[in-house]
């Protein structure tokens, strides 16, 4: 398993921007596949993103399409979730997760390895 730290939460602004950002132990991070995640108060943690091994796939949950961006620099071990355009429905904890399948799931299942969490909270 990796061991992962999550960064760059906060509070912001209804339409503000954040960065969020994954740093893993590991040093054959480049194979994992990485994906984040989002818990709401109270709620089943659901699928946000997730990129591969290269970064060449991505995929996104339906709503945050066009407004979020995963993206990964291997030499460094971290991944990032770029948001923009956030919404109050966006607050939750986010958690970034590796996957050792090379492809781009989205169910949690099959992430082994899972950082503590970052809170993001949008509100005016």
């Known amino acids: 398993q990796v061991q992962l730290v999550e960064s760059g939460g906060g509070l912001v602004q209804p339409g503000g921007s954040l960065r969020l950002s994954c740093a893993a132990s590991?040093?054959?991070?480049?194979?994992?596949?990485m994906g984040w995640f989002r818990q709401h108060p109270g709620k089943e943690r659901e699928f946000v993103a997730t990129?591969?091994?290269?970064?060449?796939?991505?995929d996104y949950t339906d709503s945050v399409e066009g407004r979020f961006a995963i993206s990964r620099d291997n030499a460094k071990n971290t991944v990032y979730l770029q948001m923009n355009s956030l919404k109050p429905e966006d607050t939750a904890v986010y958690y970034c997760?590796?996957?050792?399948?090379?492809?781009?799931?989205?169910?949690?299942?099959?992430?082994?390895?899972w950082g503590q969490g970052t809170q993001v909270t949008v509100s005016s």
């Open positions: 990129v591969n091994w290269r970064g060449g796939n991505t």
């Open positions: 590991e040093r054959a991070f480049s194979i994992y596949t």
């Open positions: 997760a590796a996957s050792p399948y090379n492809t781009t799931p989205r169910s949690p299942i099959l992430y082994n390895s």
